[in-house]
């Protein structure tokens, strides 16, 4: 065994992989997508049922006259369960992959969600599809999100990450990180800095910048200031000046909008 490999690694190798068929739903981001679909679309709680659990059978299931369900399936089978549910007349309300939700607009309608996290740690962007909407194709619900968002805070509260808002005057590895991919002129003299590894005001939350900072004089401020802008301006630039191909509608196309 190659000595970089650590006892754990080699371990892993031999683990299954988890795929979205493995992400199973956190209890408080189940409820909080509940009480959402409940409260919009007037579903009974307990009317609703939960086929897919681990050894389930979606297919062979008794659903009562009147149910809904309201699960996270395997998306690998989606379109099938979809297809299901539809020939039989079951409501339903199911989590779907908010990268491809769309494929399934022909099915059912589309909820747009938010990123879940789930019980397996994936944080995944999810979208629900529902044959509760009636003639909605596609909708967007800010509570929803506020609700999915609220929810991943309870499950993981430690992968909130603040953000922070640095004084002009500290400059860390990001602002030349920054001008590198949007380059304008910018030079620093070794006078105009004071080397620091930590400012007096985030010890008291125990935070610190990340890597070393400098502390700037006045004048090494402004100029810091002024690239930053200058740098701001030449990427918005460099999106004008980036090459547009403009795509027209065909005549057949423009018709099948006047038909609507």
């Known amino acids: 065994m190659p000595k970089s490999k650590t006892y754990e690694e080699f371990v892993n190798k031999f683990k299954p992989k988890l795929t979205t068929d493995d992400c199973y739903t956190p209890a408080p981001v189940y409820d909080a997508i509940k009480g959402w679909a409940c409260s919009r679309y007037g579903i009974k709680p307990d009317t609703i049922v939960r086929p897919f659990y681990p050894g389930g059978d979606y297919e062979n299931f008794e659903y009562p006259a009147g149910c809904c369900v309201l699960d996270n399936p395997p998306f690998s089978i989606l379109a099938k369960i979809v297809d299901f549910y539809n020939a039989r007349h079951i409501n339903y309300f199911l989590f779907a992959p908010g990268l491809t939700c769309l494929n399934?607009?022909?099915?059912?309608?589309?909820v747009i969600g938010a990123e879940v996290v789930?019980?397996?740690?994936a944080d995944i962007a999810t979208a629900f599809i529902t044959n509760?909407?009636?003639?909605?194709?596609?909708?967007?619900?800010?509570?929803?999100t506020d609700a999915i968002r609220a929810a991943n805070k309870?499950?993981?509260p430690k992968k909130q990450f603040p953000t922070f808002e640095y004084p002009d005057e500290l400059l860390s590895i990001q602002f030349p990180l920054t001008l590198q991919r949007y380059p304008v002129p910018f030079k620093l003299r070794r006078e105009d800095v004071i080397q620091v590894r930590h400012l007096d005001n985030m010890d008291k939350i125990k935070k610190q910048p990340y890597g070393t900072c400098y502390l700037l004089s006045p004048s090494a401020t402004r100029d810091k200031l002024a690239a930053e802008?200058?740098?701001r301006e030449r990427k918005e630039q460099d999106k004008k000046n980036k090459p547009k191909i403009k795509i027209e509608l065909s005549e057949r196309e423009r018709n099948l909008i006047n038909d609507l």
């Open 104 to 110: 399934y607009a022909k099915r059912t309608n589309i």
């Open 154 to 156: 309870l499950v993981n």
């Open 118 to 121: 789930y019980s397996n740690g």
């Open 229 to 231: 802008k200058a740098s």
């Open 132 to 144: 509760l909407s009636g003639d909605i194709l596609l909708e967007c619900s800010p509570a929803l």
